[in-house]
């Protein structure tokens, strides 16, 4: 079974730029998250889906960041513009329903932002 | 919402077992409980979850007294390997959204050595 994936790995921006993370989730998990993890900390929680509607995005700062999850599976994240705290690694997982305790979760874009 | 506290670090050596205990004094009724591992510059990856009483699978074990107020991830005989970051989260088995409960907080950071 292939696991989420994320691209790209890597990314390297100046501040006020824009940027794009994309996420492919497991196969069948209606449940998909995005995480901000700064280094050094635990991830946070940004936004989660179940299948193409927002369950909860209220850690999202709405004001730079969006996300969409068309037809309930692969997802976008976008930051527009990136300030210099948003350097961090980007994370997208996915669950079953109903265990959303059980997450899957890809290897993570590392963001850093110049 | 539950807030769970943790050990920041612990050091081990190869072949001991290693037992890290996370205090969640206000679990709620519906709450499980749910370990996960990281380790550098991957994503988090689910070790074990449960409700009370002991949980045991090829890779942990989990203890869990009748007052639920704590928990004990305990790791036999560990290797090198297991050299990583373990995160303790409380949380609705069907959270459907609001506040936020799939929070994790800094870890433990585990050091095995030879």
């Known amino acids: 079974e292939a696991g989420v994936a994320q691209s790209p790995r890597y990314k390297i921006i100046e501040k006020r730029q824009s940027v794009a993370f994309w996420c492919n989730p497991i196969?069948?998990?209606?449940?998909l998250y995005w995480y901000q993890q700064i280094l050094g900390q635990g991830p946070k929680l940004l936004i989660q889906?179940?299948?193409?509607?927002?369950?909860?995005d209220s850690q999202l700062p709405k004001d730079r960041f969006s996300a969409e999850r068309l037809k309930g599976v692969d997802s976008t994240l976008k930051i527009q513009p990136a300030k210099l705290e948003d350097s961090a690694v980007y994370l997208c997982a996915s669950s079953l329903v109903p265990r959303q305790n059980e997450q899957y979760f890809g290897p993570g874009t590392r963001l850093t932002v110049t | 919402l539950a807030k769970t506290t943790q050990p920041i670090s612990m050091d081990s050596y190869e072949g001991q077992e290693v037992n890290i205990t996370c205090s969640h004094n206000n679990i709620a009724t519906n709450d499980y409980i749910t370990w996960y591992q990281q380790f550098p510059s991957q994503g988090p990856r689910f070790i074990i979850q449960g409700y009370k009483t002991k949980v045991t699978n090829e890779v942990a074990s989990l203890f869990i007294p009748a007052d639920r107020k704590s928990s004990t991830l305990s790791l036999p005989r560990v290797s090198l390997s297991d050299t990583a970051v373990y995160y303790c989260l409380v949380g609705d088995e069907n959270y459907g959204g609001s506040q936020g409960n799939l929070i994790f907080g800094k870890g433990t950071k585990l050091s095995v050595k030879p």
């Open positions: 889906f179940q299948n193409n509607g927002v369950v909860d």
């Open positions: 196969s069948g998990h209606a449940t």
